[in-house]
């Protein structure tokens, strides 16, 4: 059974950047379309951006795609995230997700989530 | 493609049935997922393709509708089933987008 396992919790201060990894057992990273989801406190689920595995291409969700990185380590099949200039509103349970296709992504796994508290 | 969720909040007792609406702004055919989400838990898919059970989903658990308007059904609720529920529509992404939940509390 395929298992993401994250890093644990950050806290970082405002303008500061974080990095939070996903790594996959189970099965192999360059097989897999990884996204990430966020989740401020209380609130809803806001997707953030996904990988195509196919062409490596990276999809952002417009909001964050000057802010936002997802990069892979294949050798050790991790995923990580990179957020920068952080405010906040970045205050959220990140996690990261495998969709089951490009085609169709809709999450079929999760990660438990790593919380990132931005506070000064 | 902006998802609304109806009502906010459900208040059932156990074993009645709960029905959570799903609207989305635009027409896009089936390309709908539900998720259920308990305090502290990642979400759990529980539908796709708007009506087909995810892999050890309880039957009690049904989704339905196509264009605009879609719906889970819980046909007799269980203590376990008092949770968050999400739609989330995955049709010509990006981007994803999900509705703002659907909490259904115990009566």
């Known amino acids: 059974q395929v298992q993401l396992v994250q890093s644990g919790a950050e806290v970082q201060k405002p303008g500061a950047s974080v990095k939070v990894s996903c790594r996959v057992s189970g099965s192999t990273l360059s097989e897999l379309s990884i996204h990430w989801v966020r989740q401020a406190p209380g609130k809803g689920l806001e997707w953030m951006g996904g990988l195509d595995p196919e062409n490596g291409e990276r999809i952002y969700a417009q909001p964050l795609q000057y802010r936002f990185t997802m990069t892979e380590d294949t050798s050790t099949d991790t995923a990580f995230m990179e957020l920068t200039s952080l405010r906040s509103e970045d205050t959220a349970m990140y996690f990261c997700?495998?969709?089951?296709?490009?085609?169709?992504?809709?999450?079929?796994?999760w990660g438990q989530g790593t919380l990132v508290t931005v506070s000064a | 493609i902006v998802m609304t969720q109806s009502p906010a909040t459900l208040s059932v007792s156990p074993g009645e049935r709960a029905t959570l609406s799903c609207r989305a702004s635009q027409i896009f055919g089936s390309n709908l997922a539900w998720y259920q989400q308990k305090p502290g838990q990642a979400p759990r898919l529980l539908i796709y393709?708007?009506?087909i059970r995810a892999t050890g989903v309880p039957a009690r658990f049904s989704g339905s509708g196509s264009g605009t308007e879609f719906t889970l059904t819980i046909s007799s609720l269980q203590p376990e089933d008092f949770a968050v529920y999400y739609c989330?529509?995955?049709?010509?992404?990006?981007?994803?987008?999900f509705g703002p939940g659907t909490r259904v509390e115990i009566k």
């Open positions: 393709a708007a009506s």
């Open positions: 989330q529509q995955y049709t010509n992404w990006p981007p994803i987008t």
């Open positions: 997700a495998i969709a089951h296709s490009v085609e169709a992504p809709y999450i079929t796994q």
